[in-house]
């Protein structure tokens, strides 16, 4: 039996996405609910905290990869000014260990934008009477994935600025650290990751998603 939302109760979304034809598409899926409306739309992710705030809806969609703010930063940040605000991911990435730390941090919806639309619309009664959803084929890439290497939010910030062609230099200026800081960090990402060379690295950070998320940078 599927889930639906209660009679005469009004719920209220915001959208977060770069791209006006997603919007368009999750919009109709949201509001195809009885009761749901959606109040906002961000192309960014500065925009969408400001919303989030402004309104504390009661459902925020996010895509993971957002100019100014990524979709996680967003997350943990309206996490902290709307805690009971349920919030769903979208990604197009294949990153699979941003995708743990997403479950981890407690993402109440996780889904492919290659995925099925029906399975979102299914998932949002569930998700709004506090369910978790993880949709099929992000679990199956969580279930049949390695290990992941465990990077730190440093290492992670680095290898996106790495993947991004910033030079140590301009990675220590934007950081605000030295560039024998961002040096020693880059020695200690390459070991980590059993990697000899820029090009390895450079081919890790495409299979894990940085790439996709340093072209904001």
């Avoid at 749901?36 to 459902?59: F, K, N, Y």
């Avoid at 600025?161 to 220590?172: F, P, Q, S, T």
């Avoid at 880059?186 to 998603?209: C, D, F, I, P, Q």
């Amino acid at each position: 039996m599927t889930l639906t939302l209660e009679t005469g109760k009004s719920w209220t979304a915001v959208i977060a996405d770069d791209h006006a034809i997603l919007r368009n598409s999750i919009r109709g899926i949201l509001e195809g609910h009885d009761g749901l409306s959606v109040v906002a739309e961000a192309s960014d992710g500065l925009t969408a905290i400001s919303l989030a705030r402004q309104h504390m809806p009661d459902l925020l969609t996010l895509d993971i990869a957002m100019p100014y703010a990524q979709g996680v930063d967003v997350f943990h940040e309206v996490r902290r000014w709307a805690p009971d605000t349920r919030i769903v991911i979208f990604t197009g990435l294949s990153s699979v260990g941003l995708m743990s730390e997403l479950v981890a941090a407690g993402v109440d919806g996780l889904f492919s934008k290659s995925g099925d639309p029906e399975a979102l619309a299914q998932a949002i009664p569930v998700i709004l009477h506090g369910g978790k959803v993880v949709a099929p084929e992000v679990r199956a890439m969580l279930e049949d994935a390695p290990p992941a290497q465990g990077l730190t939010a440093r290492e992670a910030q680095i290898l996106t600025l790495i993947a991004a062609g910033k030079a140590n230099r301009e990675i220590a200026e934007h950081l605000g650290v030295s560039a024998k800081t961002v040096d020693n960090h880059r020695t200690n990402l390459m070991r980590k990751l059993g990697v000899h060379s820029v090009a390895e690295l450079l081919s890790y950070a495409l299979r894990e998603g940085y790439l996709e998320t340093a072209r904001y940078l």
